[in-house]
């Protein structure tokens, strides 16, 4: 599901599994959204030059 979106967030995966029968709780989905999908990089072009921002967690570089 990941594969095919990777920007899906955890709840909206969550909605699509249970749709597809999943009856657990939503603790295990998110944890494993979190370890699958890495942190987003984003990038931008500014003129010719291509720059990375990546987004990390709060306190964290």
């Known amino acids: ?3 095919e979106a ?4 955890s709840l ?5 599994l249970r749709e ?5 709780g ?3 989905v998110y944890a494993l959204v ?5 942190l987003a990089a984003h990038s931008c072009q500014i003129g010719s030059f291509r720059c ?3 987004l990390t967690a ?3 570089l």
């Open 26 to 28: 939503k603790s295990a």
């Open 34 to 38: 979190k370890q699958v999908r890495p």
């Open 6 to 9: 990777p920007r899906l967030n």
């Open 58 to 60: 709060p306190g964290r």
């Open 1 to 3: 599901m990941l594969q």
């Open 52 to 54: 990375w921002r990546s």
């Open 12 to 16: 909206e995966a969550l909605r699509r």
């Open 20 to 24: 597809r029968g999943y009856a657990d």
